[in-house]
């Protein structure tokens, strides 16, 4: 017996959540490359494009509502969907946070640069890495490597508490960088953010193939 | 209730009586259709006041292990059992129980209605009172009444006890039977199949009478239909078919347990739709 119909479903959403997926990273990579290279006008597309993933999350949701009404999903298929609907909100979460990196861009505006960033990058993508890596392991249904992706958000931490002393050393020593640093230290935040939200994808997928809720690293922040 | 010997032999030593086994236990149950093994090895416990579901593809044995809980089974030439079946502590199967006793506390409800053709619906409730015992008239009308209420068709009937059972639709005929098997009141209800000819809305008010008469009676159900199991069941048991054709019982476990994380890939690939 197969049921070739539920499996054709799942695997759409299963496609559909990894184009989610690629499109919030493209999002933290430009968010952070439109800061960095001061190019406003990528940063007006971040925002704009951030429409197109809340559009996708509402897809989403709608095609699995779709499936439980009409397959009567159980089991590994039942925890997929859940799944699903938890990563989708963690992904468009994630999309937002970069969104909020373009605004802050924007707001920042034609500032002269506080410093090089090269941190602020270093974040963007050990963030994106952890992302790809939890989708990856939602793919393989790996928890090896859901759990990998949860211990490697201590980095993330790492660079974040770099970061936010390097801006308090800036604005103790000059007060009127105050503006400047706390919108770079929003920045980061969001990051962290970002990483944190792919443990999370991760401990869904350890739901996915052991169907025991975990939380399988406490983040810092 | 069952009225067995209080001493069972061969029922395990000092674990026959105590409060905690309250409810059905099978032990090592064996069962045969002649030299076709239908059952092997079945250990399980069914809680009391609690409804157990059976689900597994057809021959898996649920009907026949169900039908071993009140001596169904035997009635059939060249069938035979080993093992034990403990009501409530005391073994079903030991020296001297009478079977007829036997099934007056564990009543059956089977796939299609089968109502008595030639009885009213009066009648058919109080068929096994007017067998067992000889009550009097008014109150044998209060058992009726009581177990049609319970049965929840007391409304839809009760202006015409006397026609025909027969004249009812396929639900209330099923609903009367289940009010024929709680009339004698029973401790256990078999159920087999019971929701299998009749359309939604009839199985809706079926399952709706199951999660009723859980708080006073232990349910089996045997059911093709897992969402039904998923719904009306607190413990659900997987059963399949081995080689040799004899069903076994592959996972036993709560059925929010079963319908979400089932530990064996086998109950898995059934319930999720990808078996054989």
């Known amino acids: 017996m197969a049921r070739t119909e539920l499996d054709l479903k799942l695997k759409g959403l299963m496609d559909d959540v990894l184009l989610m997926g690629s499109l919030v990273e493209k999002a933290v990579e430009k968010s952070v490359d439109a800061l960095k290279r001061r190019d406003l006008e990528l940063s007006r597309k971040v925002v704009e494009e951030d429409n197109i993933i809340d559009r996708m999350r509402q897809e989403i949701e709608e095609k699995s509502i779709q499936v439980i009404a009409t397959q009567e999903p159980v089991a590994r298929d039942l925890r997929f969907i859940v799944a699903v609907l938890n990563i989708i909100v963690d992904l468009e979460r994630m999309a937002d946070h970069a969104e909020g990196n373009a605004k802050i861009s924007l707001m920042m505006g034609d500032q002269p640069p506080l410093k090089p960033l090269i941190d602020i990058p270093r974040m963007a993508a050990k963030a994106n890495e952890m992302l790809k890596n939890s989708l990856n392991a939602l793919v393989a249904r790996d928890v090896g490597a859901a759990r990998k992706v949860c211990a490697d958000d201590d980095e993330i931490d790492a660079l974040y508490d770099q970061v936010y002393r390097e801006l308090l050393t800036f604005m103790l020593k000059d007060p009127t960088t105050i503006d400047r640093a706390t919108h770079l230290l929003w920045v980061a935040h969001n990051l962290e953010r970002v990483g944190d939200r792919a443990t999370n994808i991760a401990e869904r997928v350890v739901f996915l193939v052991t169907g025991k809720m975990t939380e399988c690293g406490i983040s810092k922040y | ?276």
């Not at chain 2, 579901?53 to 044995?61: D, E, F």
């Not at chain 2, 005929?173 to 087999?192: G, S, Y």
């Not at chain 2, 080689?243 to 929010?256: K, Q, S």
Request: hydrophobic share 40%; glycine share 8%; net charge positive.
């Open chain 2, 1 to 276: 209730m069952l009225k067995l010997p209080s001493t069972v032999p061969g029922a395990g030593a000092g674990n026959s009586m105590e409060a905690s086994h309250r409810g059905i236990r099978v032990q090592d149950l064996n069962a045969w259709y002649g030299r076709l093994q239908a059952l092997r090895s079945i250990n399980m416990m069914m809680e009391p006041k609690l409804v157990t579901a059976m689900i597994g593809p057809s021959g898996c044995g649920k009907s026949t292990l169900i039908r071993c809980i009140n001596r169904l089974h035997e009635v059939v030439p060249g069938a035979r059992v080993t093992g034990s079946v403990l009501l409530d502590g005391v073994d079903i199967y030991a020296p001297g129980t009478d079977p007829v006793e036997l099934r007056r506390s564990v009543g059956m409800v089977f796939q299609r209605p089968n109502p008595f053709p030639t009885m009213s619906i009066f009648d058919n409730v109080a068929a096994g009172l007017k067998l067992n015992s000889r009550m009097p008239r008014a109150k044998l009308s209060d058992v009726v009444e009581r177990s049609l209420r319970q049965a929840a068709l007391w409304d839809e009937v009760k202006d015409k006890l006397n026609q025909p059972g027969t004249a009812l639709s396929g639900g209330q005929q099923q609903r009367l039977c289940i009010a024929r098997a709680l009339a004698v009141e029973p401790a256990v209800l078999l159920m087999d199949e019971p929701c299998s000819a009749l359309d939604p809305v009839a199985t809706m008010k079926i399952e709706e009478l199951v999660r009723e008469l859980r708080e006073k009676y232990t349910i089996v159900i045997v059911t093709h239909n897992m969402q039904q199991a998923a719904r009306v069941s607190d413990f659900t048991g997987f059963m399949l078919m081995a080689a040799d054709r004899a069903g076994e019982l592959v996972e036993f476990g709560r059925t929010g347990e079963i319908f979400t994380n089932p530990r064996d890939k086998r109950t898995e690939d059934y319930i999720t739709g990808r078996f054989g």
